[in-house]
């Protein structure tokens, strides 16, 4: 950012190499520089968001789901605010967004991993992984980070997580 100001799309790629090293404060410093530019920058309030949800900031991290969701009607962020609310014990906040995910995938494709996440925070972890069964099955590319992405620590403790984490292996 130092050298092109206005390149916003840059601290986003900073802050995600960031938080997937889980050095969080850092990540949501980076987000900050972009959103200062362009406080709409999805990429920026996702990182940051998701971030501050594994610092404890919980208002905060809401806070920039929230407006993600109302800026795009991509279901992903709606997934990641299902697991926003979820960890910060707003259950009934999770539950609702789970709800809508479901209703929309009535009418349009709505990945198996936002329900993962979801499910996961929420502590039903027989239904997240339910719902990882079904990634795996498609295929899905948000299944490849499930080894070291912090959004599924939530299943890291349950015996069926090696299993699945072994399944990931590159194509020959």
């Known amino acids: 950012m130092a050298l092109d100001p206005l390149a916003v799309q840059h601290g986003p790629g900073l802050a995600f190499v960031y938080q997937s090293a889980r050095r ?4 949501v410093t980076e987000c900050r520089k ?7 920058q999805l990429l920026a309030l996702w990182i940051r ?16 789901l929230e407006k993600a969701t ?10 990641c605010l299902a697991y926003a609310y979820a960890r910060a014990g707003r259950t009934d906040d999770a539950i609702r ?3 809508e995910l479901a209703a929309r995938s ?5 990945a198996p991993p936002f329900f993962v996440w979801a499910y ?9 992984y339910d719902f990882l069964e079904k990634a795996f099955a498609e295929r ?3 299944v490849v980070p499930l080894s070291h992405w912090q959004i599924y620590d939530t299943l890291r403790t349950d015996s069926r997580f090696a299993g699945y984490s072994a399944r990931i292996q590159p194509e020959a």
């Open 70 to 79: 109302n800026l795009t009607p991509d279901s992903y962020y709606s997934g």
């Open 120 to 128: 996961g925070a929420l502590g039903r972890i027989d239904r997240a």
């Open 97 to 99: 967004v789970v709800g």
């Open 106 to 110: 009535a009418s349009e494709y709505v």
């Open 49 to 64: 968001g998701i971030s501050y949800c594994h610092l404890g900031k919980h208002a905060e991290a809401i806070a920039d």
């Open 34 to 40: 972009s959103l200062d530019l362009d406080p709409n």
């Open 24 to 27: 969080f404060e850092e990540a």
């Open 140 to 142: 899905h590319p948000l």
